[in-house]
């Protein structure tokens, strides 16, 4: 007899199955962290759970099941996050991409499940774009310095010292605004993409 775990998680991806009336959710969960679940009958008209399994809403969910087999049985919606603006669909892509190479696997991490949500809550998207480029950029930093790729003293990219000086105060000093010029922005990218395919050795496919 398995025991049902509730847990608050983040649907990444959602992939239909064969039947056509199943579908195979991928969440990063506060409790399990990377899982895949599915769903039965989740595409039937009755269905009760689909309007609550948005794609990077948090949900509450519960679940049921073995280490490589997991049914979700329940989930209620507790925050919805975007909507059809360009600055959302880029920065969601971004974000699946990054989360798929830096959480492999279950394994359950409270800071990283602390950061993630954050990033969808706090998302400027009310902002200049490039403000949402600016925010993701330096979650990107305070993901990869957790997991211990950088370090809080120095940033490991390849840009000028005055740039990375910025960077290291504004990841110390997260409440106060950082202003980068267009160029600077543009470098920061750059290097944090290079620095990205380098530590994980795949490209980074998508990338504001």
């Known amino acids: 007899m398995f025991s049902t775990i509730k847990t608050k998680g983040i649907i990444l991806n959602q992939y239909e199955a064969k039947n056509g009336a199943d579908a195979l959710f991928l969440i990063y969960t506060r409790e399990l962290g990377r899982v895949v679940v599915i769903s039965?009958?989740?595409k039937k008209m009755n269905s009760k759970l689909a309007g609550h399994l948005a794609?990077?809403?948090v949900v509450e969910f519960n679940i049921i099941?073995?280490?490589d087999i997991k049914q979700l049985i329940g989930a209620v919606l507790l925050q919805s996050v975007g909507d059809n603006a360009a600055e959302w669909i880029i920065a969601r892509d971004f974000i699946r991409g990054f989360v798929a190479l830096v959480a492999v696997g279950e394994e359950r991490d409270l800071v990283f499940w602390d950061l993630l949500e954050q990033f969808l809550l706090t998302l400027p998207l009310s902002k200049k774009f490039e403000q949402v480029r600016l925010f993701c950029y330096l979650w990107t930093a305070r993901v990869l310095t957790h997991f211990g790729?950088?370090?809080h003293n120095s940033?490991?990219?390849d840009t000028d010292t005055a740039l990375n000086k910025k960077i290291v105060q504004a990841l110390l000093n997260p409440d106060n605004e950082?202003?980068?010029?267009r160029s600077e922005l543009d470098s920061?990218?750059?290097a944090l993409k290079n620095n990205v395919e380098r530590l994980?050795?795949?490209e980074m496919k998508v990338w504001i």
């Open 40 to 42: 039965r009958g989740i």
């Open 65 to 67: 099941g073995a280490k």
């Open 178 to 181: 950082l202003a980068l010029s």
């Open 55 to 57: 794609t990077f809403g």
């Open 155 to 157: 940033l490991e990219v």
């Open 188 to 190: 920061l990218g750059v």
């Open 200 to 202: 994980f050795e795949k």
């Open 149 to 151: 790729y950088m370090s």
